[in-house]
């Protein structure tokens, strides 16, 4: 239910643009998440993180989704790894904020498909979870201008990143 509620909360949120935060605001996240990053034995690197200028709720949303499925997605066994940065791009006024890990990949025919509303790579019975999370992470980027994209070979890991506009 609250997946649902966020993601009616994103699809219908205006806003005005105002500077966010990201090392502040993933500080707060991974302090949040401190239960999932303890049983995941989570090894967790932030690298620097500038403002960026957007929707505090809704990046709070992309980011809390993007890091809760970097470390709920591991291979079993294995510690999870997750790197977090915003590197720079082409033009100079925005960020790739990306978001890595060490977990089981997504193959290259599902890639497109795991941004589907309830569309999930695995069962419910295997790994709990909505199907709304990715949903929301490209519905947050384009409320931003912007998309989200990810980049993964199954065994690999995958990276997902997202262009947005510099504070």
């Known amino acids: 239910m609250d997946d649902v509620l966020d993601y009616s909360k994103v ?72 790197r977090i940065e915003g590197l720079p791009v082409d033009t100079a006024d925005k960020v790739r904020l990306s978001v890595s890990d060490n977990g089981p990949g997504i193959p290259q025919e599902q890639q497109e498909k795991v941004f589907d509303l309830f569309k999930r790579l695995h069962r419910h019975d295997e790994l709990p979870g909505s199907g709304i999370g990715l949903a929301l992470c490209k519905r947050v980027a384009e409320n931003h201008g912007a998309v989200v994209h990810v980049a993964s070979e199954p065994g690999k890991g995958a990276t997902f990143s997202v262009d947005l506009n510099l504070e």
């Open 11 to 82: 699809v219908g949120h205006q806003f005005t643009p105002e500077p966010v935060d990201l090392q502040q605001m993933v500080q707060q996240i991974l302090q949040d998440m401190d239960a999932l990053v303890a049983s995941s034995q989570a090894e967790i690197q932030v690298g620097a993180l500038p403002a960026v200028l957007g929707s505090p709720f809704q990046i709070r949303v992309l980011l809390t989704n993007l890091l809760s499925n970097a470390l709920k997605y591991r291979v079993e066994g294995q510690r999870a790894r997750v």
